[in-house]
């Protein structure tokens, strides 16, 4: 059983992949004025990817990868007005209000109980992750808030340095197995997936026999559970 | 003599502003065929302080501010071409390779040499900024790197709070007045102002008499004898 438990954000603690959802099918049925949009996904994805090391993680990104291949796909045919509704689609990701998802008010309930020490490692904008950090009200009961720009084994050493935690005492707990389970299992320590509704594309790994180190949850509500049985 | 220093990135330890000013040239010169463009910059400076709280700092808000005028300006009839010409602007200043300022590395080896240890504690896309620390050399000789969405009295109380430096026992360096000289004597810090060949309109703080405190200096070169002053 350890001590520490780290708290992905996106999609562990509250909702974020659903709205990038809606905002591509609105974003769909408003190129359908212009073109064939069966590929428009794929197109997207392959912006996004290729705008990602310049751009990072997070929405703005997403917005200008979104204008990006609505001008690629339409020949540049598309309307100023509809360029600025894109952008709105953005803004509408940036502002939604945070809804946490169910069982983490119950699962943050127990780990605390326990005596565990909770620190959120999250990826995405800097401001946009502060913001629900601060909306989620989760802001008081967490010894850290870490944004990082990518979850790879060296931002989750120098996080677990940042609070001095070893990382055999500690534990991620994260939708995401390419960046909350296999790096933290690769310093050492150990991870907790939570199977979420959507994964971003990009974030799926490729089915393999699944690591030691690590177990699997169906709610944030079965944590505190599945650590104290570490 | 404070023992820490703490170093703003953009226009303090590198060039940046310059960037977004050869960016907002070359936009007006696209703009130019469409509309008379003496209101432009009035104009974008408007959409950028309305998103400042929705996109906060750094580059991909500044290019997305860009689009949004750009739209507001020619009353959407700005092509698609010019709009991914906008957005490429954008990312040339994302990709800009890093240029220290003169004087930094002189007054870098001044301040190490006596012993001083050293932070930089910037604000902008954290992408963008870390890959600025990591092309900027410094990252080897500062003890740590503070990525914050707004510096204002808390961050910097926080940040010094995560390396457990004592407000009194720093001085921070920068360029910018409202950003990193006043909240820092706010916090009982010291500071020394690097009066930089462009300020950001935002940045600019009124006329005033200059507060007790901070020191002002022409290059970071002549940092190390400022602060051995103290």
Redesign the interface.
Same mark, same amino acid.
């Given at each position: 059983m350890t001590t520490w438990i780290g708290l992905d954000g996106d999609d562990t603690l509250w909702h974020s992949e659903r709205h990038f959802v809606d905002a591509q099918r609105l974003y769909n049925e408003l190129l359908s004025d212009y073109i064939d949009t069966s590929e428009l996904h794929d197109r997207l994805m392959r912006t996004e990817r290729r705008n990602l090391e310049?751009?990072?993680?997070?929405v703005?990104?997403f917005? =200008?990868s979104l204008? *990006?291949t609505?001008?690629?796909m339409?020949?540049?045919?598309?309307?100023?007005?509809d360029?600025?509704r894109i952008?709105d689609l953005?803004?509408e990701v940036?502002?939604h209000p945070v809804e946490l998802l169910d069982g983490v008010a119950e699962g943050i309930d127990g780990l605390l109980t326990a005596g565990h020490r909770l620190v959120i490692i999250t990826k995405g904008? =800097?401001?946009?992750q *502060?913001t629900k950090v601060a909306q989620s009200g989760l802001a008081d009961v967490v010894d850290g808030v870490e944004?990082?720009?990518?979850k790879d084994a060296q931002t989750y050493q120098n996080a677990l340095g940042?609070h001095g935690i070893d990382s055999a005492d500690f534990t991620m707990v994260g939708n995401s197995v390419r960046s909350d389970v296999l790096p933290v299992l690769e310093i050492g320590g150990r991870a907790i997936h939570i199977e979420y509704e959507y994964t971003w594309d990009h974030e799926v790994v490729s089915e393999h026999d699944r690591p030691e180190g690590y177990e699997v949850a169906t709610s944030f509500a079965d944590v505190p559970t599945l650590v104290s049985r570490e």
């Amino acid at each position: 059983m350890t001590t520490w438990i780290g708290l992905d954000g996106d999609d562990t603690l509250w909702h974020s992949e659903r709205h990038f959802v809606d905002a591509q099918r609105l974003y769909n049925e408003l190129l359908s004025d212009y073109i064939d949009t069966s590929e428009l996904h794929d197109r997207l994805m392959r912006t996004e990817r290729r705008n990602l090391e310049i751009f990072g993680y997070g929405v703005k990104g997403f917005t =200008l990868s979104l204008v *990006e291949t609505a001008i690629e796909m339409t020949d540049g045919s598309i309307g100023g007005a509809d360029v600025q509704r894109i952008i709105d689609l953005g803004k509408e990701v940036l502002q939604h209000p945070v809804e946490l998802l169910d069982g983490v008010a119950e699962g943050i309930d127990g780990l605390l109980t326990a005596g565990h020490r909770l620190v959120i490692i999250t990826k995405g904008d =800097l401001l946009h992750q *502060e913001t629900k950090v601060a909306q989620s009200g989760l802001a008081d009961v967490v010894d850290g808030v870490e944004i990082v720009a990518e979850k790879d084994a060296q931002t989750y050493q120098n996080a677990l340095g940042r609070h001095g935690i070893d990382s055999a005492d500690f534990t991620m707990v994260g939708n995401s197995v390419r960046s909350d389970v296999l790096p933290v299992l690769e310093i050492g320590g150990r991870a907790i997936h939570i199977e979420y509704e959507y994964t971003w594309d990009h974030e799926v790994v490729s089915e393999h026999d699944r690591p030691e180190g690590y177990e699997v949850a169906t709610s944030f509500a079965d944590v505190p559970t599945l650590v104290s049985r570490e």
